[in-house]
């Protein structure tokens, strides 16, 4: 099945970095989500966005819904150690509503 | 949001036995979404199941493999059918919920 470009694969940063990844896709999308897994869990919803160029914060992250409704990006800031975990974008195309897709995930470690 | 509780949280299990996975809901909903997340890999929807219809199945994924059940409007069931090495995988269950996505912790299956 399809699935979304996410980059970058991983990502090894001191803690009080600030992080950034994106998400992009050839299609259309309607509302894009952001996930953080940890290990033996599952994905947890971090940011919900759907409006295009929607900016929207949750803390220190803060995700933005893509003016050509095609890509969108997280950003961590100030991170610390149990930000570690991977991240993972989803989204619901516009060409189906009900299928979500997932990103193929950014793993982060955060060295103290 | 939504709780959901998935049983079991894992097993390993013996080539060409089968597996049925529980997923309940604390509210009731209309669509239950099954995935699977091969190790190291992003989630992968496998259907979607229906309270009183059959479930969708997306490319790849067939109902004699992955028999789905969707008995009431909290409860369903999916079934790892025959299994080989190369289903080992996390199996989650998923529901709609204010917008987003809510995921069950998972299923984390050893087929040996």
């Known amino acids: 099945g399809q699935q979304l470009n996410q980059s970058p694969q991983s990502m090894f940063i001191q803690e009080g970095e600030d992080v950034s990844m994106n998400c992009t896709s050839s299609s259309i999308f309607n509302t894009w989500l952001w996930y953080k897994q940890d290990p033996g869990e599952g994905p947890v919803l971090l940011i919900a966005?759907?409006?295009?160029?929607e900016l929207t914060s949750n803390g220190r992250l803060t995700a933005q819904f893509g003016i050509t409704r095609k890509d969108s990006f997280l950003n961590i800031s100030a991170s610390i150690p149990s930000d570690v975990g991977i991240y993972f974008c989803?989204?619901?195309?516009?060409?189906?509503?009900?299928?979500?897709?997932f990103g193929t995930g950014t793993r982060l470690q955060v060295f103290p | 949001s939504a709780v959901i509780s998935q049983k079991p949280s894992r097993d390993i299990c013996q080539r060409g036995t089968s597996l049925t996975i529980q997923c309940q809901v604390d509210?009731?909903?209309?669509?239950m979404f099954w995935y699977r997340q091969q190790p190291g890999q992003s989630l992968t929807l496998i259907a979607t199941?229906?309270?009183?219809?059959?479930?969708?199945?997306e490319s790849g994924f067939v109902i004699d493999k992955f028999p789905i059940s969707r008995p009431n409007l909290t409860f369903s069931t999916l079934t790892v059918s025959n299994m080989s090495p190369e289903d080992s995988s996390i199996y989650l269950c998923s529901v709609e919920d204010y917008g987003g996505y809510t995921f069950g912790s998972g299923t984390r299956l050893t087929v040996v």
């Open positions: 199941a229906n309270q009183g219809s059959e479930a969708t199945y």
């Open positions: 966005l759907y409006k295009a160029g």
């Open positions: 509210s009731q909903v209309t669509m």
């Open positions: 989803a989204g619901l195309p516009s060409y189906n509503t009900d299928k979500l897709i």
